[in-house]
């Protein structure tokens, strides 16, 4: 059964204390992973997507990289409006012709100033 | 802001009653996708549309229905609601290009069954 598995639940940051972000996925056949942001109360919001394994992505602050097996979404010196949910998803190959993603539980982000 | 939007914002309705959601995709969007987002169960794939025709089917529930119209709107029908079915509904919709496919998701419709 394709699987998203993210760690930590929860991570609270000093601002300026980068960290990183786990996505463990298990999936038979990778045909995208996705991270997306989600402010509370509002819809997730497209951040990347990595297609295989050595890719990497970046956008301000936040650098994504994909192995065969896991995701991981650096955050390097975080301010508190980097302060959100952060969820993982994958699409599968085995989906036949549909793009549903199986999303992670997310990872809950905390910035302090 | 996504482009996709979403109506209404919240819904407060009873036990035993039916609500119909509204999503409307973003320009040239031909795929729609229903999730449900619960505190216990994190985003759930309902049911994807494309083009007017429906592609896949997640756990949705026999209760639960969609359809996609000419204009690329969809709907999502609830019905004999539960307390259990209060939950975030979103929208999603994307299009496929070049073998990529991103779905940028609306804002959601909050609903609190009593």
């Known amino acids: 059964e394709d699987q998203v598995t993210q760690s930590p639940e929860a991570l609270r940051l000093q601002e300026g204390e980068s960290s990183s972000l786990n996505c463990s996925y298990t999936?038979?056949?990778?045909?995208?992973l996705f991270w997306y942001r989600q402010d509370p109360g509002k819809g997730p919001e497209f951040l990347f997507t990595?297609?295989?394994a050595g890719e990497e992505k970046e956008k301000e602050r936040l650098k994504a990289t994909l192995t065969k097996k896991e995701s991981f979404l650096h955050i390097t010196a975080p301010k508190p409006e980097d302060s959100a949910t952060y969820l993982c998803a994958v699409q599968a190959m085995g989906s036949g012709n549909t793009g549903k993603l199986i999303f992670g539980q997310g990872t809950t982000l905390q910035v302090k100033p | 802001d996504s482009g996709v939007t979403q109506t209404p914002k919240h819904l407060i309705t009873a036990t035993g009653q039916r609500v119909t959601l509204r999503c409307s995709p973003r320009?040239?969007?031909?795929?729609v996708y229903w999730y449900q987002q619960s505190l216990d169960q994190g985003l759930q794939f309902l049911i994807q549309y494309y083009n007017g025709e429906e592609r896949a089917k997640g756990n949705i529930l026999e209760r639960f229905s969609a359809q996609q119209f000419p204009d690329l709107h969809s709907e999502l029908n609830l019905s004999s609601l539960e307390l259990g079915d209060s939950a975030l509904y979103f929208c999603a919709s994307s299009v496929l290009a070049g073998g990529q496919e991103t779905q940028y998701f609306g804002p959601g419709t909050r609903l609190l069954v009593l």
């Open positions: 999936v038979s056949g990778l045909r995208g």
């Open positions: 320009s040239g969007d031909l795929s």
């Open positions: 990595l297609y295989s």
